[in-house]
């Protein structure tokens, strides 16, 4: 049976995936990133080029303008590639919106080495998320599988990691692949853990102990009770399209499938009626689905 074991020795390597990103809160961020990573990778979607506003960072900040918009999963393999090829042994994960902790590289690999002794098949870690805007916890609907404390660390192993802050050990990517570009941006970091998982019985977990600032969406709202992130018109499209496509994958938990297929009809109900743009919302869902069914 393969090892999936890791060294004692690591190379940490940084990867954000921007858009049309504001230069001072960017600027942060890569501050922050270079004081816990070895290289940063900064993969642009925007159409536009940011290269003299890098230059200042010097050889550790990589930058790649694509010049357009290529989709979450294509940016994230090109600086996959670039990480694996620098022999990085972990990457760790963010969006342009997140807000990285002090010391999250240290801590999620002390983290990381702890549940190996419990857990060999660990592939990921992730901080736990909470909204920057009103400070209250996230609740991504992956699937809850264990609850483990060691001393006074608290984990969660679950089906899925969200991308942003998560550290995966780059073994598994040379086992399980790559991310999937034809999904475009939603459900690619669930799918991606799932099909690891498949392959190669990849484990993954949220530290409760570490938090990270990070927001969703363009908007809240509460319904039912419930506060809820308000999705663009234009990631509708995505949403409904690539549930769609997940449905016919038989590593995607059947739980998911339940969940969203009924959050998923909320949604066809509540965004044309109450979210403006009503009719924007309407469309794009509509073109999700016929896209998903005649896979279009």
Same mark, same amino acid.
């Given at each position: 049976?393969?090892?999936? *074991?890791?060294?004692?020795?690591?190379? &940490?390597?940084?990867?954000?995936?921007?858009?049309?990103?504001? $230069?001072?809160?960017?600027?942060?961020?890569?501050?922050?990133?270079?004081?816990?990573?070895?290289? /940063?990778?900064?993969?642009?979607?925007?159409?536009? =080029?940011?290269?003299?506003?890098?230059?200042?960072?010097?050889?550790?900040?990589?930058?790649?303008?694509?010049?357009?918009?290529?989709?979450?999963?294509?940016?994230?393999?090109?600086? $996959?590639?670039?990480?694996?090829?620098?022999?990085?042994?972990?990457?760790?994960?963010?969006?342009?919106?997140?807000?990285?902790?002090?010391?999250?590289?240290?801590?999620?690999?002390? +983290?990381?080495?702890?549940?190996?002794?419990?857990?060999?098949?660990?592939?990921?870690?992730?901080?736990?998320?909470?909204?920057?805007?009103?400070?209250?916890?996230?609740?991504?609907?992956?699937?809850?599988?264990?609850?483990?404390?060691? *001393?006074?660390?608290?984990?969660?192993?679950?089906?899925? /990691?969200?991308?942003?802050?998560?550290? &995966?050990?780059?073994?598994?990517?040379?086992?399980?692949?790559?991310?999937?570009?034809? /999904?475009?941006?939603?459900?690619?970091? +669930?799918?991606?853990?799932?099909?690891?998982?498949?392959?190669?019985?990849?484990?993954?977990?949220?530290?409760?102990?570490?938090?990270?600032?990070?927001?969703?969406?363009?908007?809240?709202?509460?319904? *039912?009770?419930?506060?809820?992130? &308000?999705?663009?018109?234009?990631?509708?499209?995505?949403?409904?399209?690539?549930?769609?496509? /997940?449905?016919?994958?038989?590593?995607?938990?059947?739980?998911?499938?339940?969940?969203? *297929?009924?959050?998923?009809? $909320?949604?066809?109900?509540?965004?044309?009626?109450?979210?403006?743009?009503?009719?924007?919302?309407?469309?794009?869902? =509509?073109?999700?689905?016929?896209?998903?069914?005649?896979?279009?």
């Amino acid at each position: 049976m393969q090892d999936w *074991g890791i060294k004692e020795n690591k190379k &940490i390597g940084g990867l954000i995936v921007a858009y049309h990103f504001d $230069i001072h809160t960017m600027d942060n961020l890569i501050n922050a990133f270079k004081k816990q990573v070895a290289m /940063l990778v900064v993969v642009d979607n925007s159409d536009t =080029s940011q290269k003299e506003s890098f230059t200042k960072y010097g050889e550790s900040v990589y930058y790649l303008p694509l010049h357009e918009n290529k989709g979450i999963a294509y940016a994230q393999n090109i600086g $996959i590639k670039i990480l694996l090829e620098n022999k990085c042994d972990f990457i760790l994960f963010s969006d342009q919106d997140s807000i990285l902790p002090t010391h999250l590289t240290e801590s999620l690999l002390s +983290s990381f080495r702890i549940l190996k002794t419990y857990d060999k098949n660990v592939q990921g870690i992730a901080p736990s998320a909470y909204n920057k805007k009103n400070g209250k916890p996230y609740s991504y609907q992956s699937e809850s599988l264990a609850d483990m404390t060691v *001393g006074n660390n608290q984990y969660e192993k679950v089906s899925y /990691l969200m991308n942003s802050g998560a550290l &995966i050990a780059s073994t598994a990517f040379k086992h399980a692949g790559l991310m999937d570009t034809q /999904l475009f941006i939603d459900g690619v970091d +669930s799918e991606w853990c799932w099909r690891a998982s498949y392959l190669m019985n990849a484990t993954f977990y949220v530290d409760k102990n570490i938090k990270l600032a990070h927001f969703l969406g363009i908007d809240n709202k509460r319904i *039912g009770g419930k506060e809820i992130s &308000i999705t663009p018109p234009f990631r509708m499209y995505y949403q409904y399209r690539n549930y769609i496509r /997940l449905l016919k994958r038989k590593y995607v938990p059947s739980s998911w499938k339940k969940y969203n *297929g009924k959050k998923y009809l $909320i949604k066809l109900i509540y965004y044309p009626l109450f979210i403006s743009p009503r009719f924007e919302y309407l469309k794009n869902i =509509s073109k999700g689905i016929i896209s998903g069914l005649f896979n279009i």
